[in-house]
C-alpha cells in the first residue's frame, strides 16, 4: 500500500465501534445485551428470540434501531439514552492510535452509528477526545444508519466531505459501499474481505496509519 494511494487525502472518516478500539474489547458485547433486553420489554420476547430479532434487523437494516424504527415506530431518543447505558472501563487508552491519527495532515472526523455523546464518552475512554476534528453520530444522520446512501447524504453534507479528497475506515464492508462510490478511498479495519469497493484492508489501524505518515509500505 504505497503512500501515494492516500496523498490526496485532506478528510480522514473514521467509523467508531470495532475500528478506532478492537472488537475484542468488551464493550459492544454490553450494548448487544441492553439491545436484547429493550427486544424482550418492548416486543415481549424471549432471550433467544430477542438475539435473533437484533441480529437479523442488523443483517437487513445495518442497525438494531434502523429495524425497530421501521417495524414498530421505536423512539430512537429512548432506545440510544437506554441502549448505551454502559461501563467505558473496559476500554484502554490508545495513545499510539490516537498520535497516528492526529499525524494525518487533514481534517479527521468520527462518523459512527451510535449517538453522538456515546461517541464522546467512548474517545474519551480512548484518550482521543482532542483527536478529532468533528463527531457525528446517527442523531446527526437524521437517525438513519449506515449503510443508507441518505445518512452519507446527510452527514457528508453538514461536515462538508470533500468525497475525492476523503479515505473512510469502517469494520464493516457494507459500510464502505456508498463511500467507494461517492469516490473515498476505503479501507476495512479488523477482516480481510475482498470486495470490489474495498481499496485496502487492516488488521492493525495504528501501523497502517503509521505508514501511511512515514511514506512506508505496508501489506
Not at 484502554?92 to 479527521?108: D, F
Request: with cysteine; hydrophobic share 40%; net charge negative.
Amino acid at each position: 500500500m504505497p503512500k501515494t494511494d492516500f496523498i490526496h487525502v485532506q478528510d480522514w472518516v473514521f467509523d467508531l465501534d470495532h475500528t478506532l478500539y478492537p472488537a475484542t474489547s468488551q464493550l459492544f458485547a454490553q450494548l448487544e445485551v441492553n439491545m436484547e433486553r429493550f427486544l424482550m420489554r418492548e416486543l415481549s420476547l424471549s432471550r433467544s428470540e430477542a438475539n435473533s430479532r437484533r441480529a437479523r434487523y442488523w443483517r437487513d437494516h445495518g442497525t438494531t434501531l434502523a429495524g425497530l424504527m421501521l417495524h414498530h415506530n421505536t423512539d430512537p431518543h429512548a432506545y440510544l439514552d437506554e441502549v448505551q447505558q454502559i461501563d467505558m472501563s473496559v476500554l484502554a487508552p490508545n495513545p499510539a492510535l490516537g498520535a497516528a491519527i492526529a499525524a494525518l495532515s487533514g481534517r479527521k472526523i468520527v462518523f459512527t452509528n451510535g449517538s453522538r455523546s456515546y461517541a464522546k464518552q467512548v474517545l474519551q475512554a480512548l484518550g482521543m477526545e482532542n483527536t478529532f476534528d468533528d463527531i457525528y453520530g446517527i442523531d446527526d444522520a437524521e437517525f438513519i444508519s449506515k449503510p443508507a446512501a441518505q445518512a452519507y447524504d446527510t452527514v457528508f453534507g453538514k461536515a462538508r466531505v470533500r468525497d475525492t479528497a476523503a479515505a473512510m475506515f469502517e469494520d464493516d464492508p457494507r459500510n464502505l459501499i456508498i463511500p467507494h462510490a461517492r469516490g473515498l478511498k476505503t479501507v476495512l479495519v479488523g477482516n480481510s474481505q475482498s470486495a470490489p469497493h474495498i481499496h485496502h484492508y487492516t488488521d492493525d489501524l495504528t501501523t497502517f496509519l503509521g505508514a501511511l505518515v512515514q511514506g512506508a509500505t505496508c501489506e
